[in-house]
């Protein structure tokens, strides 16, 4: 379905990045992994997706937090495969706190990797895109850019901010076949959610098991976390062509949060 397009996924050696770039290489696209994972390691994932797909797989590592470098993952791209048709905007942090209690030097670095390295990479892609007439977008958010939950303010504000943001770019360009998409899921486990689930045991003084149900999953009706694979399936139907006519949208996998 993808055959011929070049795919670059942020924050893709775990979690919902990692199902995405899988599924993306699946359907015949070129895939630049990111992530921060040691050579090493980062090596054996390329390989191992390589042979798996059947094609090509590249890694480079980045400081997402830092601009020179978020647009350098682009010309990176560019550099290996020829262009960057497929932008998927994965990367993204998380901590948990009062905002009397956030450290400032946290919510800098959270903005930093969770929206303005989504404009970085955003505007170094697009002179490819708009030079082949041909490109996908999709940042991925979070229900929490529809919605807030106590002690996450800063998260919320960044994943509004993504929210705006795609519907921005995708009227900028709507007229030059790119298409710019908010994917913003509910719950997912990965290691980000795990995290979360150590971190709210803390604020909510409750052990873990009832944290995930109680806390973490109350809000979704399914009481079931949404799979990357799900996430990763949507994603990839948001570059196919028959998605060519879904730009500026804000598509929910939430298991029913935000119908609350």
Known sequence: MLAGKTALVTGSTSGIGLAVARALAKAGAKVMLNGSRPAADAEALRAE?????????????????????????VEATIAAFGSVDILINNAGIQHVAAVDAFPDETWDQLLAINVSAVFHTTKAALPSMKERGWGRIVNIASAHGIVASPFKAPYTASKHAVVGFSKAVALEVAEQGITCNALCPGYVRTPLIEKQVVDQAVVHNLPEERVIREVILAAQPTKQFVEADEVAAFAVFLCSDAARSITGSVQLIDGGWTAR
């Not at 997706?49 to 993952?73: I, K, M």
């Open 49 to 73: 997706l390589a042979a798996e797909a059947g094609g090509e797989v590249g890694y480079t590592a980045a400081n997402l937090a830092d601009p020179a470098s978020a647009r350098g993952l």
